[in-house]
């Protein structure tokens, strides 16, 4: 595998379901993140890690949990979701630079396609 | 003001066609700038960064300009496979490591 990758592809879940999302990044990067794309509206980040520590939580709610057990992996655990929680949720990695340094671009998974009904 | 704002288009333009776009950031503290496409039902793809000295990559030119905090990319000799939506991404945070993405501009080329 090369890059990063996601799964499911696809999920739909009602309401009171409780599901995991995947990501794993082959790119030896340190940092990861989650973002939620809903339809005709630009990117909102979720979350981000950086060296597996949680550094931004960007007023997610709480049915919405991240997991990174190391750098390579990112979990986003789902439950008791609201149908305008259905969003295509994209997970991204990048590397880490020196505090004052810029950013270094981010790439992208596939992307879940999540629907709540 | 938005923090990344692009005009979301729709571009219609023939195959051949030159066509610019133009981005505008509100923090002047910001350091990265990108462009990305995204293709329909797809994931963001890096299409190229932004240097201060501006930077080509064939037919695809980026500039920057920090004093008016905008930023610009240019296509050449459009073809039917740049159409896609196409993302400004700049971390207006400063030195945090987050991307604000902008909503992006449709692009379509026409035969």
């Known amino acids: 595998e090369t890059g990063v990758t996601q799964t499911p592809r696809h999920l739909v879940m009602g309401m009171t379901n409780k599901k995991s999302l995947k990501c794993e990044q082959h790119l030896g990067h340190n940092a990861m993140y989650w973002y939620k794309q809903s339809a005709k509206k630009p990117l909102e980040l979720m979350f981000v890690?950086?060296?597996?520590?949680?550094?931004e939580n960007n007023s997610v709610p709480s049915r919405f949990s991240p997991e990174c057990p190391n750098s390579s992996h990112l979990f986003l655990h789902l439950h008791t979701l609201q149908p305008e929680d259905s969003a295509l949720y994209l997970c991204?990695?990048?590397?880490?630079?020196?505090?004052?340094?810029?950013?270094?671009?981010?790439?992208f998974g596939p992307g879940t396609r999540l629907t709540v009904t | 003001r938005k923090e990344v704002e692009q005009d979301p288009g729709p571009f219609n333009v023939p195959e051949g066609a030159t066509v610019a776009f133009n981005c505008t950031y509100s923090?002047?503290?910001?350091?990265?700038f990108f462009w990305y496409r995204q293709d329909c039902r797809k994931e963001p793809k890096l299409l190229m960064s932004v240097y201060s000295s501006g930077n080509e990559d064939g037919r695809f030119t980026a500039q920057l300009n920090r004093a008016s905090q905008y930023i610009s990319l240019l296509i050449r000799d459009s073809k039917l496979s740049d159409s896609a939506t196409y993302l400004c991404?700049?971390?207006?945070?400063?030195?945090?490591?987050?991307?604000?993405f902008g909503s992006g501009t449709q692009l379509t080329v026409l035969p």
């Open positions: 991204a990695s990048s590397q880490v630079t020196p505090p004052g340094r810029g950013v270094y671009e981010q790439y």
């Open positions: 991404v700049v971390n207006t945070r400063g030195s945090a490591r987050q991307l604000t």
């Open positions: 923090n002047s503290a910001s350091q990265s």
């Open positions: 890690y950086n060296f597996k520590e949680q550094t």
